[in-house]
């Protein structure tokens, strides 16, 4: 695709619930990686797929995250039993070459 | 551990002036610095990166930034500011040229554009 592509872009979840957030990265891009921004900060790095090899997930906050790639192309990142200070942008981006990398619009996430 | 410091939260300037954002960083090896800049509702995108070589990088939108390695400092400038860069700025520091995704981000300028 032209960009890399997230969905939803928005989702308000009820505390406790499971949530599944989808990246479609820019087509051939051999990287991918997931990020979290919470209000009024930086990204903050979770997680990092060559191929669909997870070769780094030490970003993941807690046993409750997980990332997958099955296929080497769309990811999933699945939050389990939702918090409230689960709730942030997610952010996705992907990379050809591993210099540049190039993010999605990101999904909100909204924990109440 | 590496951190990258933003030491201003939010900047002022009027439209046609200059600019220049602050970024502090501290790496233990070469660092692989970037700048990327965030629209509201938008992702990043990469304004510019320095990775070796000369140390003024030119970047998109007419934006440079300098890496200073004594100082520990990659600042952003550009000489004239336009009302459309109005937005959050962003440095970053990446673990190596070939895994740049792998980043420490500061905490974001807003940049506020006076007409």
């Known amino acids: 695709g032209a960009g890399v592509s997230q969905s939803p872009r928005y989702k308000v979840a009820k505390r406790g619930q499971d949530v599944a957030l989808r990246c479609d990265p820019i087509?051939?891009?051999?990287?991918l990686f997931w990020y979290q921004q919470a209000l009024g900060q930086g990204p903050e790095f979770l997680t990092y797929f060559q191929n669909e090899a997870q070769l780094d997930k030490s970003g993941l906050p807690s046993d409750r995250f997980f990332a997958e790639r099955p296929e080497g192309s769309v990811s999933t990142l699945k939050i389990q039993r939702t918090q409230q200070e689960d709730s942030a942008v997610y952010l996705c981006a992907s990379s050809l070459r591993g210099n540049t990398i190039y993010f999605g619009e990101g999904s909100w996430l909204t924990v109440v | 551990a590496q951190s990258v410091t933003q030491p201003d939260i939010h900047i002022t300037v009027s439209e046609g002036a200059s600019l220049e954002l602050r970024c502090n960083y501290s790496y233990g090896a070469t660092p692989y610095l970037f700048w990327y800049v965030q629209s509201p509702g938008q992702g990043l995108q990469l304004l510019l990166k320095y990775f070796s070589g000369d140390t003024l990088v030119q970047g998109i939108k007419g934006f440079e930034a300098e890496f200073k390695r004594s100082q520990s400092s990659f600042n952003l400038r550009k000489p004239s500011v336009h009302w459309s860069d109005a937005a959050e700025y962003f440095c970053a520091v990446g673990e190596g040229s070939t895994n740049a995704g792998k980043s420490t981000f500061g905490d974001g300028t807003t940049l506020t554009v006076k007409p």
């Open positions: 087509s051939g891009h051999v990287s």
